[in-house]
């Protein structure tokens, strides 16, 4: 799994013979990821329209990660992560001591920075974590889309 954000379309290596499927939750990452790609050179690339989430409507088959794990979304565990530090800093600053209130407002400095650029360091930190790492998704008649 790579976040679009970190993803560089020089550092994929041909697919020799395979087809190539880029994926996301949406489908929206995955299209711009392949488009990045054909301009690279690649001469054919697919994703998943709607991404995995109208895959999974659809019926297709989806092929869960080690463990069967059914933990949140990267974006629910981001919410979860931030709310807690800043609940966290906020309890310690009035509690404890002020300076701890640098938490929660650099939370809050990182979730504004994220969304002007849209690049969160939070969500790449959590998407290396071992239980967000997951297979590819599986050969399948279901319809796949050039970007």
Do not use: K
């Not at 013979?17 to 050179?41: E, K, P, T």
């Not at 994703?47 to 933990?71: D, I, Q």
């Not at 002020?98 to 400095?109: C, N, Y």
């Amino acid at each position: 799994m790579v976040p679009l954000s970190a993803f560089d379309a020089g550092a994929i290596p041909a697919p020799g013979g395979r087809r190539l499927v880029l994926y996301c939750r949406s489908g929206n990452r995955s299209g711009q990821a392949g488009r990045q790609l054909l301009a690279a050179g690649f001469a054919e690339v697919h994703h998943l329209r709607g991404g995995l989430l109208a895959w999974r409507e659809a019926g297709c088959p989806v092929e869960a990660s080690a463990g069967g794990s059914r933990l949140p979304d990267l974006m629910r565990q981001v919410q979860m992560a931030a709310g807690s530090l800043v609940l966290l800093g906020t309890v310690l600053g009035a509690a404890v001591s002020p300076w701890f209130l640098i938490l929660s407002g650099g939370v809050g400095a990182g979730l504004a920075y994220a969304g002007a650029s849209g690049t969160c360091g939070m969500a790449m930190l959590l998407a290396r974590m071992p239980w967000n790492r997951t297979g590819t998704p599986p050969a399948a008649a279901c319809p796949l889309e050039r970007p």
